[in-house]
């Protein structure tokens, strides 16, 4: 019986434990999803596991969905239909054109190298009037709460996976718009009290005792999350919406 609450509770709001990372990104991407309208072709560029093509499937039940990544993932396998497919494809060779409704990139840019030319091909492969949603770190905007040090191994992963250049959001306003995009929404994301949550839940998920505390403190963390999302104090990673 404790076990079938402790699973029960592990499995539902408020106490679900998640990354505070990905749980920024989705509350984000759900606040300002409705900005795009109703799409009927979507691209996830970078999509990784699939876990935002497997939200706007549910969300957008009419559209066709493509989710490119560079490297296969398993769990592509078992949620591809006709209306959801997933391909192994380099962004550096995406060459269509007046293809989609939306395009979505969500953290996946600052991997790449010369990811301007990225954004080129985006505003290729969108129609006329459709929406680009782009999300992507800004590490120099970033002004650690807690000592630096203690995020020395995520800074060293950082280091080493985020090759592509990153912009602050007024630069990143001007590249698109000089390459033909309308910005109609921009803010930063991660500000004070995003960037508190991702360090102490970060902080909490290094160790086997902090990970029971880590279990317990989540509904705090979401709130901060929600929080940064009403609140936003300071700079911090960039989120843009623009149309061709």
């Not at 985006?122 to 000592?147: M, Q, S, T, V």
């Not at 086997?208 to 880590?214: D, E, L, M, S």
């Amino acid at each position: 019986m404790v076990e079938k609450i402790k699973n029960f509770i592990l499995s539902h709001e408020p106490f679900r434990p998640i990354h505070m990372g990905p749980w920024l990104r989705i509350v984000y991407f759900k606040k300002n999803l409705k900005k795009a309208g109703r799409p009927g072709a979507i691209l996830d560029a970078g999509c990784g596991r699939g876990f935002y093509s497997f939200y706007l499937a549910g969300v957008f039940p009419d559209a066709a969905i493509a989710g490119y990544d560079i490297k296969r993932q398993k769990e592509w396998e078992k949620n591809s239909n006709s209306r959801l497919i997933f391909k192994e494809k380099d962004l550096n060779l995406l060459d269509e054109q007046d293809s989609y409704d939306l395009i979505i990139s969500i953290d996946s840019l600052e991997h790449i190298p010369g990811n301007r030319r990225i954004m080129e091909k985006f505003y290729k492969a969108l129609k006329d009037g459709g929406h680009l949603y782009l999300a992507i770190p800004c590490e120099d905007n970033e002004r650690y709460i807690f000592p630096k040090g203690w995020f020395k191994k995520f800074d060293e992963w950082a280091e080493e996976e985020h090759t592509g250049e990153q912009y602050d959001l007024p630069r990143l306003e001007e590249i698109l718009e000089s390459i033909g995009f309308k910005v109609g929404y921009s803010r930063y994301t991660f500000t004070f009290f995003g960037h508190l949550a991702w360090e102490i839940e970060t902080l909490l998920h290094g160790s086997g005792a902090g990970r029971k505390i880590n279990v317990l403190a989540m509904p705090l963390l979401k709130i901060l999350a929600f929080f940064d999302v009403i609140f936003p104090i300071g700079k911090g990673n960039d989120l843009i919406i623009a149309r061709k």
